[in-house]
């Protein structure tokens, strides 16, 4: 499976725009990738997915690199329930389960 | 529909002995997963099914592992003569297979073994 790289944690200010990097150098030409997030006693939670074009949805918006090597998870607006572990992960298009990560621990600074 | 449920939330055992988990998915949503998360892991990959099928099992699920899903419809996860390192959060997901990108997860169950 492709692996990818994020920073352990991250802290960010309510109300101020975060970006949640992560790595995926060794992506292949049919892996989706997916960011999940899991709030704390809760299972994780879908938030976005996309191939080669950037996406947004009501959660968040997500930039892919032109040579797809890396991308960013963009939360425009943060607030102090979007405190969570987020996963980075990449899904072949023919691949049904996760490999989850160990994620980004991301804090929100009142 | 309220989302994937699971029970019980948490369970107490002691090892040696049987547990059995109970998960009811999405309803319609044709596919089942079974993840385990230990602290401060991602959760782990177990085992899933389409409709009654169990389509793929990891290394990870032992002899003492075992999970159905008779109807098609909610999957059980039994561990039998549970050891210390069983203990962990048991998840499960669901995602209908025309957006299988997608996957909805429970609230787990977790499980200690003493």
């Known amino acids: ?110 | 529909d309220t989302g994937v449920s699971q029970n019980p939330r948490h369970k107490i055992t002691k090892r040696g002995q049987n547990v059995t988990f109970r998960c009811d998915p999405i309803s319609e949503h044709n596919r089942l997963y079974w993840y385990r998360q230990t602290l401060g892991q991602g959760p782990e990959f177990l085992t899933y099914f389409q409709n009654e099928a169990q389509l793929e099992k990891s290394r990870l699920l032992s002899d003492r592992f075992s999970a159905e899903r008779p109807k098609g419809s909610f999957s059980t996860l039994e561990i039998q003569r549970t050891e210390q390192g069983d203990s962990a959060m048991y998840l499960c997901a669901s995602s209908f297979e025309g957006q299988r990108d997608t996957q909805y997860f429970g609230p787990g169950t977790r499980l200690t073994v003493l």
């Open chain 1, 1 to 110: 499976d492709a692996k990818t790289t994020q920073p352990n944690s991250m802290e960010s200010n309510e109300e101020e725009p975060v970006h949640l990097p992560c790595n995926h150098s060794t992506i292949s030409g049919t892996d989706y990738i997916h960011w999940y997030r899991q709030l704390p006693s809760q299972g994780p939670e879908y938030v976005i997915h996309g191939l080669t074009s950037n996406v947004n949805n009501r959660m968040a918006s997500l930039a892919i690199a032109e040579d797809r090597k890396s991308s960013t998870l963009i939360l425009h607006r943060a607030t102090l329930r979007d405190a969570a572990v987020y996963y980075c992960i990449l899904r072949d298009v023919g691949d049904d389960k996760i490999i989850f990560g160990k994620g980004t621990r991301l804090h929100i600074l009142p």
